[in-house]
């Protein structure tokens, strides 16, 4: 019976059943047989030494039983059990301990067999130089009762785990240590750490990592009474590479420039990548400006070195801004954000360049979303107005086109000149919207005219390279000349030399088609870009315009001349129509109609005037009076005598 497992109970059980016998045996007896009760003794003896002897067995068994499960569940475990005796000195105190049992697993974790390991000293498995921290926490197990911690493996033999989540707890004089491998609970962490705060294309770090990284690095430095830099980095005219060369040559150049980036810093400084073309470097515990200056002129000088790419050998320049703190924000919101606008200082400087931040630049950095507020808000309501300027032969100084020039009528500022908007709407894409804008309202202008009975002359519309890469800008133009039916000769289309910057397969192609349509194009500030008069005989140009800092040498060198007289010959060799922007004085008008360039236009002849003043000019297309007397001596002596 399973009650009899309990000495106590069994001691009770043999003490009943003996009372029993004798009291049985007496009933028995006829009175006066008392004595025989000593034939009883033996027996009595007998069951006395069974009953010890099923105890002891019993308590065996049960010694066993327990031995056994206990091997059974250490061996099944995955866990490495090791139980430790603390081997004191002669001073009471722990110097180390002694490995008195343990499972298999805890065996193949120190890379030796069970039976190898039991016996042998804590100090004889652990390698020498992680012994004095084993035993520390060992102690501490001992004098608190636990200890819960991971530890990374020693690497000490193949089988060691990289990471273990370790259990020590005391029992009496001993330690009981629990050992669980943990290693791929910490490569996933670490790649879901890895993914959360690395950069997919780069493998640089990311916007996530600084956002933890730079507050301690600030934290850091105010207590050792440093500074930090904050260097904010945007490659300049990326965006070119991507829309002529494909997202795929624009990736590759970003991973390059991150891995130039990360050979010329200095030790303890980190680049991370923001997003697109963005990257920050953070300069730890630095002394003075000066150590920012010196790494930032180093940055630049590096990307001056050209880049060997898959799609051939390309130079990009950076933006850089710089911040520091103490002196330009105490924490890591108001460095970056003010590292940011030092770098759109640079940009809007000239590019290629580095600039700390200064308080003033927040207040034009306002002034600069203020107006992109505002230009939007006029592109909704249309608050543009159209401004023409002639374009004039040479020779007799009859008006040959007309070009139209933007102008933007705010309701507070009033008229405000494109140089302030334009470059704002091109880079922030509110060119195209604006861009329709204009070619709505010329095409409009001019069938207004027309239907006038006025005999109009063809009017020139400039197209961005933005609006230009888009790439409907025929379509574009031939929807608003059939809405307002509007003849192709009237209609002429000025694009800049960056323009002409794609791919010549491509861009020939667009050029085909707009020509098509029967609309003339013009190269508009020649000389200014990087085209050849080659690429303007491939791309078949009808009329070149020369840029204005051409014009305004002539008369003050010779060089100026003779480089004026160069183009007018190619082009005139070339088929194309030559005409000179910005001619300011009479003597810039007789040089050009010594080098026989074809039109001028500039404020010798007339400054961009409104709509309603382009009637009169229509209706008497030759100047008038003693200026054409003046300008075209020639030519109004020649209709006198007629």
Same mark, same amino acid.
């Given at each position: 019976?399973?009650?009899?497992?309990?000495?106590?109970?069994?001691?009770?059980?043999?003490?009943?059943?003996?009372?029993?016998?004798?009291?049985?045996?007496?009933?028995?007896?006829?009175?006066?047989?008392?004595?025989?009760?000593?034939?009883?003794?033996?027996?009595?003896?007998?069951?006395?030494?069974?009953?010890?002897?099923?105890?002891?067995?019993?308590?065996?068994?049960?010694?066993?039983?327990?031995?056994?499960?206990?091997? %059974?569940?250490?061996?099944?475990?995955?866990? +490495?059990?090791? !139980?430790? #005796?603390?081997?004191? &000195?002669?001073?009471? $105190?722990? =110097?180390?301990?002694?490995?008195?049992?343990?499972?298999?697993?805890?065996?193949?974790?120190?890379?030796?067999?069970?039976?190898?390991?039991?016996?042998?000293?804590?100090?004889?498995?652990?390698?020498?130089?992680?012994?004095?921290?084993?035993?520390?926490?060992?102690?501490?197990?001992?004098?608190?009762?636990?200890?819960?911690?991971?530890?990374?493996?020693?690497?000490?033999?193949?089988?060691?785990?990289?990471? %273990?989540?370790?259990?020590?707890?005391?029992? +009496?004089?001993? !330690?009981? #240590?629990?050992?669980? &491998?943990?290693?791929? $609970?910490? =490569?996933?962490?670490?790649?879901?750490?890895?993914?959360?705060?690395?950069?997919?294309?780069?493998?640089?770090?990311?916007?996530?990592?600084?956002?933890?990284?730079?507050?301690?690095?600030?934290?850091?430095?105010?207590?050792?009474?440093?500074?930090?830099?904050?260097?904010?980095?945007?490659?300049?005219?990326?965006?070119?590479?991507?829309?002529?060369?494909?997202?795929?040559?624009?990736?590759?150049?970003?991973?390059?420039?991150?891995?130039?980036?990360?050979?010329?810093?200095?030790?303890?400084?980190?680049?991370?990548?923001?997003?697109?073309?963005?990257?920050?470097?953070?300069?730890?515990?630095?002394?003075?400006?000066?150590?920012?200056?010196?790494?930032?002129?180093?940055?630049?000088?590096?990307?001056?070195?050209?880049?060997?790419?898959?799609?051939?050998?390309?130079?990009?320049?950076?933006?850089?801004?710089?911040?520091?703190?103490?002196?330009?924000?105490?924490?890591?919101?108001?460095?970056?954000?003010?590292?940011?606008?030092?770098?759109?200082?640079?940009?809007?400087?000239?590019?290629?360049?580095?600039?700390?931040?200064?308080?003033?630049?927040?207040?034009?950095?306002?002034?600069?979303?203020?107006?992109?507020?505002?230009?939007?808000?006029?592109?909704?309501?249309?608050?543009?107005?159209?401004?023409?300027?002639?374009?004039?032969?040479?020779?007799?100084?009859?008006?040959?086109?007309?070009?139209?020039?933007?102008?933007?009528?705010?309701?507070?500022?009033?008229?405000?000149?494109?140089?302030?908007?334009?470059?704002?709407?091109?880079?922030?894409?509110?060119?195209?919207?604006?861009?329709?804008?204009?070619?709505?309202?010329?095409?409009?202008?001019?069938?207004?005219?027309?239907?006038?009975?006025?005999?109009?002359?063809?009017?020139?519309?400039?197209?961005?390279?933005?609006?230009?890469?888009?790439?409907?800008?025929?379509?574009?133009?031939?929807?608003?000349?059939?809405?307002?039916?509007?003849?192709?000769?009237?209609?002429?289309?000025?694009?800049?030399?960056?323009?002409?910057?794609?791919?010549?397969?491509?861009?020939?192609?667009?050029?085909?088609?707009?020509?098509?349509?029967?609309?003339?194009?013009?190269?508009?500030?020649?000389?200014?870009?990087?085209?050849?008069?080659?690429?303007?005989?491939?791309?078949?140009?009808?009329?070149?315009?020369?840029?204005?800092?051409?014009?305004?040498?002539?008369?003050?060198?010779?060089?100026?001349?003779?480089?004026?007289?160069?183009?007018?010959?190619?082009?005139?060799?070339?088929?194309?129509?030559?005409?000179?922007?910005?001619?300011?004085?009479?003597?810039?008008?007789?040089?050009?109609?010594?080098?026989?360039?074809?039109?001028?236009?500039?404020?010798?002849?007339?400054?961009?005037?409104?709509?309603?003043?382009?009637?009169?000019?229509?209706?008497?297309?030759?100047?008038?009076?003693?200026?054409?007397?003046?300008?075209?001596?020639?030519?109004?002596?020649?209709?006198?005598?007629?």
């Amino acid at each position: 019976m399973r009650f009899l497992k309990n000495n106590s109970v069994m001691l009770l059980f043999w003490i009943a059943l003996c009372v029993l016998l004798i009291v049985f045996h007496f009933r028995q007896q006829p009175a006066g047989a008392a004595p025989e009760v000593i034939t009883l003794l033996p027996a009595l003896t007998a069951l006395t030494a069974c009953w010890l002897w099923s105890a002891r067995a019993w308590h065996r068994y049960e010694k066993n039983e327990v031995r056994d499960s206990y091997r %059974m569940a250490t061996e099944c475990s995955i866990d +490495g059990i090791t !139980i430790l #005796m603390a081997v004191n &000195d002669r001073h009471g $105190k722990t =110097i180390d301990f002694l490995i008195s049992d343990c499972n298999n697993r805890s065996a193949l974790f120190h890379g030796v067999e069970a039976k190898t390991l039991i016996g042998m000293r804590l100090s004889e498995v652990t390698a020498a130089p992680y012994f004095p921290e084993t035993m520390k926490a060992m102690r501490t197990a001992l004098q608190t009762g636990y200890l819960e911690d991971e530890l990374r493996g020693r690497a000490s033999h193949p089988d060691e785990p990289q990471w %273990m989540h370790r259990q020590l707890a005391r029992t +009496g004089t001993g !330690i009981a #240590m629990t050992l669980r &491998d943990i290693s791929e $609970k910490k =490569i996933h962490e670490r790649e879901l750490w890895r993914m959360a705060n690395e950069d997919g294309l780069t493998e640089l770090p990311n916007r996530n990592w600084l956002t933890g990284f730079l507050p301690e690095a600030i934290r850091q430095a105010r207590q050792a009474g440093r500074m930090v830099a904050v260097l904010f980095i945007d490659l300049d005219d990326f965006k070119d590479v991507n829309d002529t060369l494909g997202h795929s040559a624009g990736d590759e150049l970003l991973r390059v420039a991150a891995r130039r980036l990360q050979s010329i810093l200095r030790p303890g400084d980190h680049v991370a990548r923001l997003g697109g073309d963005e990257f920050t470097v953070i300069l730890s515990s630095i002394t003075d400006r000066h150590a920012g200056a010196l790494v930032a002129q180093r940055i630049i000088d590096a990307f001056a070195t050209p880049f060997e790419l898959g799609y051939g050998t390309d130079t990009v320049g950076i933006s850089l801004g710089i911040s520091l703190f103490p002196d330009d924000g105490h924490d890591a919101g108001d460095l970056l954000k003010n590292a940011d606008i030092a770098m759109y200082c640079a940009k809007t400087a000239g590019k290629n360049r580095a600039r700390f931040y200064e308080s003033r630049m927040s207040a034009a950095l306002n002034a600069r979303v203020d107006i992109e507020r505002a230009l939007q808000c006029a592109i909704e309501h249309n608050e543009f107005v159209i401004f023409y300027q002639p374009r004039i032969n040479t020779v007799s100084g009859q008006l040959l086109g007309l070009e139209a020039l933007v102008r933007w009528q705010h309701p507070e500022r009033g008229m405000v000149p494109p140089l302030e908007f334009i470059g704002i709407a091109e880079e922030t894409g509110m060119i195209l919207a604006l861009g329709e804008l204009i070619i709505e309202q010329v095409c409009r202008q001019i069938a207004s005219w027309r239907d006038a009975g006025l005999p109009v002359v063809p009017v020139s519309v400039n197209v961005s390279p933005r609006q230009f890469e888009k790439g409907n800008i025929k379509i574009l133009f031939a929807t608003h000349m059939l809405r307002h039916r509007i003849d192709a000769g009237l209609v002429e289309i000025e694009i800049t030399e960056s323009s002409m910057m794609g791919e010549e397969e491509e861009l020939s192609h667009e050029l085909r088609t707009i020509r098509a349509l029967g609309i003339k194009l013009l190269v508009d500030d020649f000389g200014t870009g990087y085209s050849s008069l080659s690429q303007l005989q491939r791309l078949a140009m009808d009329v070149l315009k020369v840029d204005r800092a051409f014009t305004s040498e002539l008369g003050k060198t010779t060089e100026g001349e003779v480089f004026f007289r160069a183009i007018v010959s190619m082009a005139h060799a070339l088929g194309m129509t030559v005409v000179a922007e910005g001619v300011e004085t009479v003597q810039q008008l007789r040089i050009l109609q010594e080098l026989s360039c074809d039109e001028i236009q500039g404020y010798l002849i007339s400054r961009p005037v409104p709509a309603n003043e382009i009637p009169a000019l229509l209706l008497q297309p030759y100047l008038q009076g003693n200026t054409r007397q003046i300008l075209f001596p020639a030519r109004a002596q020649a209709e006198i005598a007629l």
